[in-house]
């Protein structure tokens, strides 16, 4: 198991983050913890290091595959 520092939510990739943040059979899924939303403050430019919020998303990965995020 490792742990590893994402600078950005494109380094994790959109299919293990949203896998993560809204498992599959939940019947009401967050919007506001989909990658979508993340990317869009990142590109937007409104969670940058010039807003004071800069992504640093902490990664858990295990033989490989993200088995956790922590934004």
């Known amino acids: 198991m490792t742990v590893r520092l994402a600078d950005g939510v494109a380094a994790i ?3 293990a983050w949203n896998a993560l943040a809204n498992p599959a059979g939940r019947s009401d899924p967050h919007p506001f913890t989909r990658f979508e939303f993340f990317e ?3 590109s937007s430019g409104c969670a940058s290091a010039r807003t004071g919020w ?3 998303h902490l990664v858990l990965e295990e033989d490989g595959a993200v088995t956790g995020i922590l934004p």
């Open 54 to 56: 800069q992504p640093a």
């Open 40 to 42: 869009a403050l990142e």
């Open 13 to 15: 990739g959109k299919t």
